[in-house]
């Protein structure tokens, strides 16, 4: 099946979540622990705790697998290395879903709430930007220039697209 516009969209999340992890591997470990503003989900080190987890369990809604080891919200922070690992395996889980799925098939949630594949597929997206935020705002708050993470340093960084923001 050929690319299509939606792909580019969940590329872009996958990309935009490795960059962050990468440039959050290079923190001194102390403001990663620990660094956090007003308005945010919590730490650096939380914040992509609960993003990474809420994406794995978004994948294994949608597919049935768990792809890497359980992360647990009451669980310990893993290791920056696990969350790499899991980004990486739900990125491609999840565009695998999108090329394959019906996006009106109905997923059984929790609490005996349902939705559908696209919804949980919009979901996705927009918590992983909400939080991505997040984070770039904890680093700006805290003097550290965050890195960009558009849609337009997506293209940029994958030659999709040219020039500057």
Same mark, same amino acid.
């Not at 590329?11 to 990309?15: D, E, G, K, P, V």
């Not at 792809?67 to 669980?75: A, S, V, Y």
């Given at each position: 099946m050929g690319e299509r516009p939606?792909?580019?969209v969940l %590329?872009?999340?996958?990309?935009a979540n490795g960059a962050l992890i990468e440039f959050c591997r290079g923190l001194d470990p102390a403001t990663h622990a620990s660094a956090a503003s007003p308005g945010t989900?919590?730490?650096?080190?939380?914040?992509?705790?609960?993003?990474?987890?809420?994406?794995?369990?978004y994948t294994q809604l949608l597919t049935?697998?768990?792809?890497?080891?359980? *992360?647990?919200?009451?669980?310990?922070?893993? #290791?920056?290395?696990?969350?790499?690992e899991v980004a990486a395996g739900t990125g491609n889980g999840i565009l695998s879903v999108a090329e394959t799925d019906d996006p009106g %098939?109905?997923?059984k949630l929790n609490e005996g709430r349902?939705?559908?594949?696209?919804?949980?597929?919009?979901?996705?997206?927009?918590?992983?930007?909400e939080h991505r935020t997040q984070i770039t705002?904890?680093?700006?708050?805290?003097?550290?220039?965050?890195?960009? *993470?558009?849609?337009?340093?997506?293209? %940029? #960084?994958?030659?999709?697209?040219?020039g500057t923001e």
């Open positions: 939606l792909d580019h %590329r872009h999340n996958t990309w989900y919590g730490t650096i080190e939380g914040t992509l705790h609960h993003l990474i987890g809420a994406e794995q369990w049935g697998d768990l792809i890497g080891p359980r *992360l647990r919200r009451d669980g310990p922070p893993p #290791a920056i290395d696990v969350l790499a %098939r109905r997923i349902t939705s559908t594949v696209g919804v949980i597929l919009a979901q996705l997206v927009h918590h992983g930007n705002t904890i680093l700006g708050a805290n003097g550290i220039e965050p890195p960009p *993470l558009s849609a337009w340093a997506y293209g %940029r #960084a994958t030659t999709l697209s040219e």
